[in-house]
């Protein structure tokens, strides 16, 4: 059997030559590890910027502190000043003060230089209150010329990164068209330095080469090549989620948990709906990486610099990378741009470590839960052996049973984390309806004679609670979903519980208990398709073209409303 996919790559009209012009960011966090390494790198993080005779004269400058304003770089930091003259080898007259210094900086990018600098050009003494110090001309002289020397020392290399740049361009790009990209690497040559919100920006220029653009064309796909699309697919996921996992420990805020929840989620449910419809395209992977490293690069740059981890020029490679295949998007068809493993692995491994692979499991990861915001993972159990026997499995189904181990689970996700009484009944209201929907309160059935999980029409979500183990791999244990119905609530609770807050209340607020019909619905398509119905449900609700299955869960919310529970029976 085979299925429509847009796979066919067919040459067609030469793409013409013209500059490329590669922007890299250099966010503030990544910024200071480099002064770090290249002038705090004394005890406690000090920069001794000058001792002379014998600690008569000296200047230290701890704690730096970077951000940009306007088109510079403003650096803090804290400085111990001591001057003083020499005299018959004493110390005569000493000075000191301790205060903070700001000096405001512009980033340099010589022409065929690619060691980015930065020029002191003003600066500025403060007390600890951060109100201009009262100081002598004479001081002030002093500390600007020794401090300005020292900062404008500070260079970050950029050739170790273009190097790796070139490297993963042999890997990201096919076989035959790699005459294109030596042609493109041998461009790569510095451009400019500038100073956006976002950091310093540095600008890599290129000479786009003229060659074949491939166009897109469709062709029947087999189930081998299927399969080959999937197990792409699969190590894309797996190098995203070593890339989330990277930043486990890491000081995330509640903004950097959503954007890395709602990019993962987003870039799983998609990969669903094209296998659903049959019709993937040949540059998905590639599309879901651009758009991945577009959502989630800010809280990279933010955060991966934050502590320990790798080399500061090992995390500057992986955004350089990242940054450039974005860029070169306009160019891919004419380089056929393929995200292949050797590329992606490597990348992985300039973020997380040598130790990061691309072995696409199920296992269940902490590291990627406290990414996500999701808190410790759920308690793990052993198979009760009761749940094999026939007798117990109708035990197991029964409607009352699970609505108490439903409240169960409810209670315990409704504690950790929805705020407001209205909000955790509607919450305990609306789970017996989505497990009535998503299974007909079943997490088993009998196969053969022995006691088989249920799975969905399409083998991708599992028991009581419908949890899609491809959306939700890394965050729950599959075995314990598949054949652990107390467990199985528990996640189906957590995940609601999720959709309710991040997304369904987050628009609304409150207001939106007022309807609690209308609230039922968005949350179950939440659940059943992911963050893309926040938008898409309101609109079909709108225009009155509301799937099956949306009217199916409103039968299911209307009967658990009145106590119409005898209505299962048509699930047995």
Not at 202 to 223: C, D, H, K, Q
């Amino acid at each position: 059997m085979t299925i429509t996919l847009a796979a066919l790559m067919l040459w067609a009209a030469p793409v013409r030559a013209g500059r490329a012009e590669i922007p890299v960011t250099i966010a503030p966090p990544l910024l200071r590890a480099f002064f770090m390494e290249e002038l705090f790198n004394g005890p406690g993080g000090a920069a001794e910027v000058v001792d002379e005779a014998d600690g008569c004269r000296r200047i230290t400058l701890t704690a730096p502190e970077l951000s940009t304003e306007g088109a510079r770089v403003a650096l803090w930091a804290r400085v111990t000043m001591r001057a003083g003259v020499t005299l018959f080898n004493q110390c005569v007259t000493p000075v000191t003060w301790e205060g903070l210094i700001q000096v405001m900086q512009r980033p340099s990018l010589q022409e065929g230089e690619w060691k980015l600098r930065f020029i002191s050009e003003e600066s500025r003494l403060y007390n600890e209150r951060r109100q201009p110090a009262m100081l002598s001309g004479l001081l002030y002289r002093f500390a600007r010329k020794h401090v300005h020397a020292a900062l404008d020392a500070v260079t970050v290399n950029l050739a170790p990164p273009v190097d790796d740049l070139k490297s993963l361009l042999d890997d990201f790009i096919p076989a035959e068209r790699r005459a294109l990209a030596a042609r493109l690497a041998e461009s790569l040559r510095p451009g400019a330095a500038s100073v956006s919100p976002d950091g310093v920006r540095v600008t890599i220029l290129a000479e786009v080469p003229e060659g074949a653009a491939p166009v897109s064309g469709e062709r029947p796909l087999s189930g081998e090549e299927l399969a080959r699309f999937e197990e792409g697919w699969e190590r894309f996921d797996a190098y995203l989620a070593n890339l989330v996992t990277a930043l486990a420990d890491r000081p995330l805020d509640g903004e950097d948990h959503a954007i890395l929840l709602d990019t993962l989620l987003t870039m799983r449910y998609r990969f669903m709906d094209e296998l659903a419809r049959g019709a993937a395209r040949d540059d998905f992977v590639r599309e879901q990486f651009m758009e991945s490293w577009q959502g989630m690069a800010p809280v990279f740059r933010k955060r991966l610099a934050d502590g320990e981890g790798r080399s500061t020029l090992a995390y500057l490679s992986f955004f350089t990378a990242g940054d450039a295949l974005v860029a070169l998007k306009r160019i891919g068809p004419a380089l056929g741009i393929d995200i292949s493993r050797d590329g992606l692995l490597r990348m992985a491994r300039l973020a997380a470590g040598e130790g990061a692979t691309l072995a696409y499991t199920g296992r269940a990861d902490g590291g990627l839960r406290r990414a996500l915001g999701l808190g410790p993972p759920l308690e793990e159990s052993e198979i009760p052996p009761e749940m094999q026997d026939e007798s117990a499995l109708r035990l197991a189904v029964h409607i009352m049973r699970v609505r108490e181990l439903l409240a169960a689970a409810g209670g315990r996700a409704a504690s950790n984390g929805i705020n407001g009484e209205r909000a955790r009944e509607f919450f305990l209201a609306v789970l017996a309806p989505l497990a009535w929907q998503e299974s007909c309160f079943k997490q088993f059935k009998m196969i053969k004679g022995k006691a088989g999980y249920i799975r969905s029409y399409n083998n991708t979500s599992v028991g009581l609670m419908q949890v899609n183990e491809r959306v939700w791999r890394g965050v729950y244990n599959p075995e314990n979903l598949r054949w652990n119905i107390q467990y199985n609530a528990r996640a189906g609770a957590e995940i609601a519980s999720l959709y309710l807050t991040r997304y369904a209340l987050s628009t609304a607020g409150e207001a939106a208990l007022d309807d609690p019909g209308a609230l039922a619905g968005l949350l179950y398509a939440l659940y059943n398709g992911g963050p893309g119905e926040r938008a898409k449900f309101p609109d079909r609700k709108t225009r009155g073209k509301l799937y099956l299955s949306d009217q199916l869960f409103a039968e299911k919310w209307r009967w658990a409303a009145g106590g119409e529970w005898g209505e299962a029976r048509q699930c047995f």
